[in-house]
């Protein structure tokens, strides 16, 4: 399963309108705030021996900034870019960049929505992408990275 010996270091990256779940558009993004969301995945994170820094910015310049002060601390990253999934080349570039085995997450189903939601121009830099399961997407795309990252560095 994971590698339970190395203690993996996550960044957990969101972006515009995420301080905002619990109110905006409920009907695609639940009611659950960012803040229950970080609790539920912290507690995850725990159980497999991983530890998250979490950060949410509006502001594409502090995400990317956020990314290049603490891709070298970590291990890999979970981002929901919001809406910048759909416009950001600069944060494609800053993934891309840093080499940071990245998973794509979004909690409502991008492929079902408005017509410009449905490309990503991140996830071509991304290790996968989960969306449309609400908070499960964190979760399925923190495993997904966690086997990743133990195929990366097996057990010895």
Known sequence: MFNLRKK??????NGPNMNLLGVREPEHY??????????????LARSKNVRCLFFQSNHEGRIIDFIHRCYRRADGMIINPGALTHTSYALRDAISGTSLPTVEVHLSDIRKRERFRRVSVI???????????GMESYFRGLEDLLRHLDRLQPRS
Do not use: D, F, M, P
């Not at 969301?37 to 507690?43: D, G, H, P, T, V």
């Open 30 to 43: 639940g009611t659950l705030t960012l803040k229950e969301l970080n609790r539920q995945i912290k507690a």
């Open 123 to 133: 996830r071509q830099v991304c290790i996968g992408q989960k969306s449309g399961l």
């Open 8 to 13: 993996w270091t996550v960044l957990i990256v």
